[in-house]
């Protein structure tokens, strides 16, 4: 079953409690740190391909275009990538209405390909989770690297084995919003470290009318399946296609990665 497709246009509203303000600033602060330097003061981006293709971020698994467009924003010429099109029919609504440059592009993030180089890369919100094997992870890192500038940096996130195995594994979540809700059962495999979304949707036909007794509410189902990684299964994918591991934090704390930790931030390199 498709991920992504009917979730899609209720997306936005379950996870408007999403501190992506605070994501960006942590991908910001890793930019700054580690990413392709700067333009000389005073050169335009017009007076060459290399001063443009600095400033250029690439977001894989961009899904509604909702850190992409926090990002723009901040000055970043953006191109969002992700392999839904519903998600990214959304993101393309929302970049009409902000009237941003940003140019998205449905590929995978397995084998995507860039018309060019970027300064650097960002998937932040679960993508990294969604490659369920160690050889996905290295066809990710592999095109990561080719696509970017030497010198350029790529900052992910991932959830790690803690949060599905103790945290939220074989767990029921739900939650109703008036016009929509969801009921989100979760079935953690310890062997393969994969938690299985067994989400049901539940959209109203007529939202005006979704607070009154007697409104019909549209079931949809999709299966999402996510697996838990550690900070060293990272490191090794990463290496092996030939980036090197530059930093990691607590994405929700910001300080440094735990037993407790949750979600991870991290960023690794292109040699330059």
Not at 21 to 43: I, K, M, N
Not at 68 to 82: C, H, N, S
Not at 164 to 189: H, L, M, S
Not at 234 to 258: F, H, S
Request: hydrophobic share 40%; proline share 3%; net charge negative.
């Amino acid at each position: 079953m498709d991920s992504y497709t009917n979730f899609a246009y209720v997306y936005d509203t379950f996870m408007d409690q999403e501190p992506y303000e605070d994501w960006a600033d942590r991908v910001c602060g890793f930019l700054d740190a580690y990413g392709v330097p700067a333009a000389p003061a005073g050169q335009a981006a017009g007076d060459g391909p290399a001063v443009d293709e600095r400033n250029i971020v690439v977001d894989l698994g961009c899904g509604t275009g909702r850190l992409t467009e926090i990002l723009a924003g901040r000055g970043y010429d953006m191109i969002g990538i992700d392999l839904s099109e519903d998600m990214l029919a959304i993101a393309q609504e929302r970049k009409n209405r902000s009237g941003s440059d940003i140019l998205y592009s449905l590929q995978d993030m397995r084998e995507f390909e860039l018309y060019g180089a970027a300064g650097a890369m960002v998937s932040v919100g679960d993508s990294i989770n969604y490659l369920l094997e160690i050889q996905d992870l290295e066809k990710l890192f592999a095109c990561v690297r080719r696509g970017l500038l030497p010198g350029g940096v790529f900052v992910f996130d991932f959830k790690t084995v803690h949060l599905y195995r103790d945290v939220i594994g074989n767990q029921t979540i739900a939650e109703d919003r008036g016009d929509c809700a969801f009921i989100w059962d979760n079935w953690y495999d310890p062997e393969t470290c994969i938690n299985e979304y067994d989400l049901a949707i539940f959209v109203s036909e007529s939202p005006e009318a979704a607070d009154h007794d007697g409104s019909l509410f549209r079931r949809f189902n999709e299966v999402h399946r996510q697996r838990g990684y550690t900070a060293d299964q990272l490191r090794l994918a990463a290496g092996k296609a030939g980036l090197e591991w530059a930093a990691m934090q607590d994405a929700d704390q910001g300080g440094e990665v735990n037993a407790q930790t949750e979600r991870v931030m991290a960023a690794v390199r292109k040699p330059a």
